[in-house]
């Protein structure tokens, strides 16, 4: 059974930084992509990034470009968020998705096809 477990989401600051990490269990092979989406109440799903897990290239919503670093540990099977100068408007609930198979739109949700349960991240201003 696929797995996809989060961790990390707290309350914090504006200003302040988080890790988020996503550990991948159960998958025989290595997943195409991992991508983290947030959605904040009455919100769609959004992007946020993702990472292709063999070349390690990275997309970045343009709202957390230059701020959030997506990176992934290959021996762990776990994918990073860190998120820095953190805004009110990045509350939401983080979730983690893996792509097992090939993607040529991995901006969109549906490229994923396993999910975590999501991880809760608060900004206070």
């Known amino acids: 059974q696929v797995q996809l477990v989060e961790s990390g989401g707290r309350l914090v600051q504006a200003g302040g930084s988080l890790r988020l990490s996503c550990t991948l269990s159960g998958l025989s092979f290595s997943p195409y992509a991992m991508a983290w989406f947030r959605q904040a109440p009455g919100t769609d799903r959004e992007f946020v990034a993702t990472?292709?897990?063999?070349?390690?290239?990275?997309d970045y919503a343009d709202s957390v470009k230059g701020r959030f670093i997506i990176s992934r540990d290959s021996a762990k099977n776990t994918v990073y968020l860190q998120m820095n100068g953190l805004k009110s408007e990045d509350t939401a609930v983080y979730f983690c998705?893996?792509?097992?198979?090939?993607?040529?739109?991995?901006?969109?949700?549906?490229?994923?096809?396993?999910w975590g349960q999501g991880t809760q991240v608060t900004v206070s201003s």
């Open positions: 998705g893996a792509a097992t198979k090939i993607t040529l739109v991995p901006r969109l949700w549906d490229a994923y096809d396993e």
């Open positions: 990472i292709t897990w063999g070349s390690g290239i990275t």
